[in-house]
């Protein structure tokens, strides 16, 4: 089997086709069909700016049709003071769960809004020189703001308008990758209910 090469993709959430493009890359690199597939949703809600995670995690777990286990809303976020203890859960976990990793980050002005999607784990707790390990096999982030200078206080005076734009846009990316998936077996001669019966056995339906 060859192996996947690297990528590293950015895309403005405003623009026209964002959820559509990022749709495709998300059905390319995130395997729906994984027995363990987690979504780590990384942040607190005590900044508008850090709150990109947990707004995510809050639309994915609303949206009864995305199966998938969620960890970190804005009820219960994952942040810097639970990261390791949720880590050494998922590095016990069996199978050995395939981790889409979701966060907010800074950078330079003219990259607010942009979306980036990579392959491999992300720092969380970078962009406020917070050391915590690395997280995930394939990551977003979203630039919410300018880094540099002052970085707690960066996020923390974020538009909200702007996380929370970001964050429908990759809930709603994910989403629609993950109907796309299932529309792709059913072309393929897969059986729906069949095929979400089978998740709900291996434990899928107790994750909400």
């Known amino acids: 089997m060859q192996p996947i090469p690297a990528f590293h993709y950015v895309i403005h959430y405003e623009k026209t086709s964002a959820v559509w493009q990022l749709s495709e890359l998300f059905l390319q690199h995130i395997p729906f069909d ?21 707004l995510v995690g809050n639309q994915l777990i609303q949206d009864y049709a995305f199966p998938f286990k969620v960890l970190g809303t804005l009820e219960t976020p994952v942040h810097a003071l639970n990261l390791l203890e949720t880590q ?22 003219g990259s607010i809004g942009s979306i980036i999607v990579k392959d491999g784990a992300l720092y969380p707790g970078k962009a406020v020189k917070k050391e915590l390990p690395p997280i995930g096999d394939l990551s977003i982030k979203g630039v919410v703001n300018v880094g540099g200078f002052m970085e707690a206080m960066v996020l923390q005076n974020t538009r909200l308008h702007v996380t929370h734009s970001m964050s429908m846009t990759i809930a709603r990316s994910l989403t629609l990758a993950w109907q796309r998936h299932l529309l792709k077996n059913k072309q393929y001669g897969n059986n729906h209910s069949d095929y979400r019966n089978t998740r709900q056995q291996i434990g899928y339906s107790n994750f909400r």
Do not use: K, M, N
């Open 88 to 109: 050494a859960e998922l590095e016990t976990s069996t199978p050995y769960p395939f981790i889409v990793a979701i966060d907010a980050c800074l950078g330079e002005e």
């Open 34 to 54: 994984h027995e363990q597939l987690i979504f780590c949703c990384i942040g607190t809600d005590r900044s508008t700016g850090d709150a990109l995670g947990p």
